[in-house]
């Protein structure tokens, strides 16, 4: 596959561009067998200028071989954000009838499955422009794998010469953000823990911007570097009450393939979980997260920082076959758990029970089935032509399978606390 996808990259006539050829060809040599003088000389005609634009082309596709174009995506990427792509080192000397493009292509694997779509985004560059923005949106959350490169097309769409270095990408994709309700906690409702804070702790929990009178030693100079404002570190004097919350994420699923309900189901739950760290920690900034997911994953919390490259990581998780995790259930027993979950998790009521007498408070997301038997309008839509319009094309038969419904059965668990979600998929 590989052999044959670099090989199809040096091709550098177009489906028009062969046919033409083709054509002429043809023509020339029935007019030499007819001996029409008019088709002779329509028939060279095209080929003549068919041949000069290959070499000028070529020629300049040459020159432009050490062209290495910037690619800088923006940081955090969201699905269905619509934001730009900025494609710069695009300044270069294009001949007549010709034009720089920018061909963006690869896999995309939503919620980061092992199922993908291809993905070919290309746009051309206005001349004597070194810069342009290339609109790349993704549907859902998932991963991005592919590649970037430019090529020298003619205005007349005969040929395709690459040019330049190819770019290789790799990023992750964060969830839409869900419209579900803001939940509040008090602090009492996580484990309280008192901690020393050490020296090596001062650059993580202690830091602000500096003000006049700071000493010159206190100054954090890598955190100050990242942000171009000078922080500065505060030294703790006395010990600190931290409130630790304690989070499930179970991204369980049962289906290698998983369809596209699911995959949307499990995607929704990470909007909620995102939407509900975000929420607590603009209530309460003191607020510590452990959280563990499905594949043994665990993140502890504490700042900004740390929620930023949690959900880099979050974007990444995908389904995983169901297992006993009643020995991971730990912490003080009056302390309340809070599990994020769908309705692909088989093994929720099982794991339910197994938290008992612990206290637990369930966000789970649901078929939209049983929002219709509730008549519930709040539900999260994913239309199936996104993928298409967002350039996303998955393989043919993946592509039938993801166009049928799936049976999903709801999930019909219930605990002191329940804030339920609903998600489905429209054509």
Not at 253 to 261: C, H, Q, R, V, W
Not at 298 to 319: A, G, H, P, Q, R
Not at 358 to 367: A, E, G, K, M, S
């Amino acid at each position: 596959m590989q052999r044959a996808g670099a090989f199809l990259k040096k091709i550098i006539f177009t489906p028009v561009g062969f046919a033409v050829l083709v054509i002429a060809f043809i023509m020339l040599i029935r007019s030499l067998l007819a001996r029409n003088a008019y088709e002779i000389v329509l028939s060279c005609t095209a080929l003549l200028f068919f041949l000069a634009l290959g070499i000028i082309g070529s020629w300049r596709a040459r020159k432009l071989s050490e062209m290495e174009p910037g690619w800088k995506p923006p940081y955090p990427i969201t699905a269905s954000a619509g934001k730009d792509t900025v494609i710069s080192g695009l300044n270069a000397d294009i001949p007549l009838f010709f034009r720089l493009h920018f061909v963006a292509s690869g896999k995309f694997f939503p919620s980061a499955s092992s199922v993908f779509s291809t993905v070919k985004n290309e746009i051309s560059v206005p001349r004597g422009e070194s810069s342009i923005n290339m609109q790349m949106d993704f549907p859902m959350s998932g991963i991005f794998r592919g590649e970037g490169a430019c090529r020298l097309r003619d205005i007349f769409g005969f040929f395709s010469f690459p040019c330049g270095h190819t770019l290789q990408r790799t990023f992750n994709i964060r969830s839409a953000p869900c419209f579900g309700k803001d939940y509040f906690i008090n602090a009492q409702s996580g484990a309280e823990d008192r901690r020393n804070k050490h020296s090596t702790d001062e650059e993580r929990y202690y830091m602000r911007e500096y003000t006049p009178g700071d000493r010159f030693r206190d100054i954090n100079w890598k955190s100050s570097e990242k942000i171009d404002t000078l922080i500065t570190r505060i030294s703790p004097d006395n010990q600190e009450k931290v409130s630790r919350i304690q989070i499930y994420f179970r991204n369980f699923g049962g289906n290698t393939k998983p369809s596209l309900e699911e995959l949307w189901l499990l995607d929704r739950a990470k909007a909620r979980l995102a939407h509900f760290l975000h929420k607590l920690k603009e209530q309460q900034s003191s607020f510590v997260f452990d959280i563990r997911s499905g594949c043994n994953g665990s993140w502890e919390i504490e700042d900004e920082e740390d929620l930023d490259e949690f959900l880099e990581k979050l974007s990444c998780l995908t389904f995983v076959p169901p297992q006993n995790e009643t020995s991971v259930i730990t912490g003080a027993k009056n302390s309340e758990v809070y599990v994020f979950s769908t309705a692909c998790d088989t093994g929720l009521p099982s794991f339910l029970l197994a938290s008992n007498p612990r206290p637990v408070t369930l966000f789970i997301t649901q078929t939209n089935q049983i929002a219709k038997n509730a008549n519930t309008k709040d539900v999260e839509y994913f239309y199936k032509r996104n993928l298409l319009l967002n350039g996303c094309i998955p393989l043919p038969g993946q592509f039938i399978r993801w166009l049928f419904r799936s049976k999903i059965k709801p999930m019909n668990v219930q605990t002191a606390k329940t804030a339920i979600n609903y998600a489905g998929t429209m054509l």
